[in-house]
T-cell receptor, first 108, second 117 residues
Framework: DAKTTQPTSMDCAEGRAANLPCNHS???????VYWYRQIHSQGPQYIIHGLKNNETNEMASLIITEDRKSSTLILPHATLRDTAVYYCIVTGTYKYIFGTGTRLKVLA | DSGVTQTPKHLITATGQRVTLRCSPRSGDLSVYWYQQSLDQGLQFLIQ???????AKGNILERFSAQQFPDLHSELNLSSLELGDSALYFC????????????????FGPGTRLLVL
């Protein structure tokens, strides 16, 4: 499975868009990009996933570059409840490898 | 609420003891996954069961074992506990439409916090 690189931490003002980048330069053709978040010590929460097209759901948007070597998770209007650790996972199988993620802090 | 339930929420025990953690997957999900999250190791995949059969193993110690029952609930057994086994243990489930297919979204339970004293 491809390795991912994410910034350790980011801050975002409440109400603004939060853009969380993920680098996965060694991704292979059949691997998907998944995003999860973990609030405090709760179970990881699924956000969104994609293969090569951009995706949007009620929680977020996922932008994958054309070469698929990086992606960005966008939370369009961040709230205080979005403060969490965000994990970008690249996988082609059942196996999720969680890195250290990005600790997003939404500021009032 | 992911639909995955785990019991107990908290568990405190002593070194050398054995404990059992329980997980009920979402309705209709056939696969169950177990993960361990400790402070120094992050979230680590332990083992996957699919419809009662072990499907994949990750970094699971020999002192740990799991099973999935006919009603699809799963148990993770931890024995000869050591201080280092103190961690959060998460269960996740997924549909698994077909074996060997593309990755599936895993839905995680709230976890069991284990403290070994």
């Amino acid at each position: 499975d491809a390795k991912t690189t994410q910034p350790t931490s980011m801050d975002c003002a409440e109400g603004r868009a939060a853009n969380l980048p993920c680098n996965h330069s060694t991704i292979s053709g059949n691997e998907y990009v998944y995003w999860y978040r973990q609030i405090h010590s709760q179970g990881p929460q699924y956000i969104i996933h994609g293969l090569k097209n951009n995706e949007t759901n009620e929680m977020a948007s996922l932008i994958i570059t054309e070469d698929r070597k990086s992606s960005t998770l966008i939370l369009p209007h961040a709230t205080l409840r979005d403060t969490a650790v965000y994990y970008c996972i690249v996988t082609g199988t059942y196996k999720y490898i969680f890195g250290t993620g990005t600790r997003l802090k939404v500021l009032a | 609420d992911s639909g995955v339930t785990q019991t107990p929420k908290h568990l405190i025990t002593a070194t050398g003891q054995r404990v059992t953690l329980r997980c009920s997957p979402r309705s209709g999900d056939l696969s169950v996954y177990w993960y361990q999250q400790s402070l120094d190791q992050g979230l680590q995949f332990l083992i996957q069961y699919y419809n009662g059969e072990e499907r994949a193993k990750g970094n699971i110690l020999e002192r740990f074992s799991a099973q999935q029952f006919p009603d699809l609930h799963s148990e993770l057994n931890l024995s000869s506990l050591e201080l280092g086994d103190s961690a959060l243990y998460f269960c996740a489930s997924s549909v698994t439409v077909r074996s060997g297919g593309p990755p599936e979204t895993q839905y995680f339970g709230p976890g069991t916090r284990l403290l070994v004293l």
